[in-house]
């Protein structure tokens, strides 16, 4: 089955700072989707970004797609303690039934 | 509130028990899917339903069963097949490609 996978898989930044994460996937998609897991807790959506889009923004987050290097990378500006949280994206293949597929993930500490 | 509801939140399993593991949601939504969590490795999908009393395996189903009788509710039972069971366990539920997740089930072997 298909899989984002994110890099790096751990990420620590001082708060303020400004922290970028990157998911690659294989196949063609329709969209790509961006979730947070804060410790010991299930995942909650961020923000979705369709393959006709090249970049999407939402509060401090900030999604760009490039379909032709089959990537994806999620900013967080002026990052805060309470963004620390594993951040996971989420790609589903195009045509047929869309099932959801998480990469490992990206551990975000942001340290106040 | 709407929402998905796993329970219960901690699970501890005998060798050799089955245990059931229960998620309801009042979303209304059609399609459910059930997670395993391991550390470092992920979500790695273990079955899924798109419609009542239907379901399909996903990439690890051996050692787990399901079933799907009702729209609201989508049970997995945790079989002693399944030989290392001790995860964090996710049910999602979907809302177009969006994905609505319970707080999960710790299950724990003793």
């Known amino acids: 089955s298909q899989q984002g996978e994110e890099d790096p898989q751990a990420l620590s930044i001082q708060e303020g700072e400004n922290a970028t994460m990157n998911c690659s996937y294989k196949?063609?998609?329709?969209?790509l989707q961006w979730y947070r897991q804060n410790s010991g807790r299930g995942l909650v959506h961020l923000i979705l970004?369709?393959?006709?889009?090249r970049e999407k923004h939402s509060g401090r987050l900030r999604v760009t797609l490039d379909t032709s290097k089959k990537s994806s990378s999620l900013l967080i500006t002026a990052s805060r303690a309470a963004d620390t949280a594993s951040y996971f994206c989420a790609t589903g293949a195009s045509g047929g039934s869309y099932i959801p597929t998480f990469g490992r993930g990206t551990s975000l500490i942001v340290h106040p | 509130d709407g929402g998905i509801t796993q329970s219960p939140k901690y699970l501890f399993r005998k060798e050799g028990q089955n245990v059931t593991l229960s998620c309801e949601q009042n979303l209304n939504h059609d399609a459910m899917y059930w997670y395993r969590q391991d550390p470092g490795q992920g979500l790695r999908l273990i079955y899924y339903s798109q419609i009542v009393n239907d379901f399909q395996k996903g990439d690890i189903a051996e050692g787990y069963s399901v079933s799907r009788e009702k729209k609201e509710s989508f049970p997995l039972t945790v079989t002693s097949a399944q030989k290392n069971p001790t995860a964090f366990y996710l049910c999602?539920?979907?809302?177009?490609?969006?994905?609505?997740f319970g707080q999960g089930t710790r299950l724990t072997v003793v």
């Open positions: 999602a539920s979907m809302r177009s490609t969006e994905a609505f």
């Open positions: 970004i369709r393959s006709n889009e």
């Open positions: 196949t063609s998609i329709n969209n």
